[in-house]
């Protein structure tokens, strides 16, 4: 079990991260550093992309709203890309579905950074 | 929050032990999705029931525990699965967490409990220094 992590960067200032695989305790410090990375380059406007996610866990959920944190402290944001339905359901759940934008696609979580 | 099921027969116990370090919680949680796959749960449930234990075991492993390992009982019943998931450690107390508290980006371990709680239909936790942590959690067959 892992987690691949590509940075890429998209139109304007945004940047894409795609994760691939499942976020847990063992393998969110991975996703942590990219955005830490991201966000210590003053990358503020962020797409989160969890389409090839199979599984997130609250360390996982974790990760994100702390990236979302730091990033609002900047007037940036992060949306996020999601279309399982079992991770939508743990945004759901938990509230979070509130505090970030989620997406059907890529598309149109770059178009609400706007 | 619903009564443990009352005495219910059961098909069978399996019984794991994991290090309490963080690489290892995805076998718990495979073995207990295969668990959870012998019985007439639904894929969703199957994966309420990983999530649950996987979030069970990160509390033991963020707590420390003394002997460095985690057990996890599954107990196979008509009515359900009920999990067992001990460590030797001081867990947090597993408080009610407000969904406000999370919006704000509450600790990783409070939507660990938060989850645990919204997922599984009965969870009880104890803890004490002499015994550790235990959280037994039942997942009742809804079909």
Same mark, same amino acid.
């Not at chain 1, 304007?12 to 550093?33: N, Q």
């Not at chain 2, 029931?49 to 002997?67: F, M, R, S, W, Y």
């Given at each position: 079990?892992?987690? @691949? ?13 795609? /994760? ?11 996703? @942590? ?7 210590? @380059?003053?990358?503020?406007? /962020? ?16 990760? /994100?709203?702390?990236? /979302? ?16 339905? $079992? ?10 579905? @509130? ?7 890529? $598309? ?7 | ?143």
């Amino acid at each position: 079990m892992d987690i @691949k992590v590509n940075v890429r960067e998209s139109e304007g200032d945004a940047y894409v991260v795609d /994760l691939t695989g499942e976020i847990d305790v063992y393998t969110s410090p991975k996703v @942590k550093d990219a955005i830490t990375e991201l966000i210590d @380059k003053e990358h503020y406007n /962020l797409v989160i992309n969890l389409e090839k996610v199979r599984y997130i866990d609250s360390t996982g959920l974790g990760v /994100l709203i702390g990236g /979302l944190k730091r990033v609002r402290e900047h007037g940036g944001s992060v949306n996020l890309v999601c279309t399982n339905p $079992q991770i939508k359901k743990i945004f759901d759940i938990t509230g979070l579905v @509130k505090i970030f934008g989620i997406f059907d696609d890529e $598309q149109s979580a770059m178009k609400a950074l706007a | 929050m619903n009564p443990a099921p009352a005495a219910s027969t059961s098909h069978g116990v399996v019984r794991l032990e994991i290090p309490a370090v963080a690489e290892w919680v995805a076998v718990a949680r495979l073995a207990v999705a295969a668990v959870a796959s012998r019985q007439r749960f639904s894929v969703d449930e199957i994966e309420d029931v990983k999530l649950a234990v996987a979030e069970a075991c990160t509390n033991a492993i963020q707590h420390g525990t003394p002997d460095g390992s985690i057990s996890i009982v599954c107990e196979v019943s008509d009515e359900g699965l009920v999990l067992t998931v001990r460590d030797r450690g001081q867990g947090p107390p597993l408080g009610a967490v407000e969904e406000e508290r999370i919006g704000e980006g509450g600790r990783t371990e409070e939507l660990g409990v938060f989850l645990i709680r919204a997922l599984m239909d009965c969870v009880e936790y104890t803890s004490d220094v002499r015994d550790g942590t235990q959280l037994v959690m039942t997942k009742r067959v809804s079909g």
